[in-house]
Nanobody, 123 residues
């Protein structure tokens, strides 16, 4: 099994920045792709950004140019740097990992999830 633990929750004003981190432990050898999802009440969880073990990255259109995902394979961590935050970025952010290599897959194909961390952007 794999455990994912997020850190970096917070409240920030619009235009501000926040960084999230996620540390993986357990059967980490099974992890290939990692990513970040977010969810607001009443809506489906959506992919924010994904990154493969080799470093290929994809972003949701809504965050391109503002968010940056990165990972450290040696430390088994994935991070999300969020700049120019908007109120509509307010959500619970989840770290995700999967055994498959692609980071561009349906939410149902991610194998492991963190507990989620709240990000609130005030206007």
């Amino acid at each position: 099994q794999v455990q994912l633990v997020e850190s970096g929750r917070g409240l920030v004003e619009a235009g501000g920045s926040l960084s999230l981190s996620c540390a993986a432990s357990g059967s980490i050898f099974s992890i290939n792709a990692m990513g970040w999802y977010r969810q607001v009440p009443g809506k489906q969880r959506e992919l924010v950004a994904g990154i493969t073990r080799g470093g290929s990255i994809n972003y949701a259109d809504s965050v391109k140019g503002r968010f940056t995902i990165s990972r450290d394979n040696a430390k088994n961590t994935v991070s999300l740097q969020m700049n120019s935050l908007k109120p509509e970025d307010t959500a619970v952010y989840y770290c995700a990992a999967r055994r498959g290599s692609s980071a561009i897959v349906s939410m149902t194909l991610w194998d492991y999830w963190g507990q989620g961390t709240q990000v609130t952007v005030s206007s």
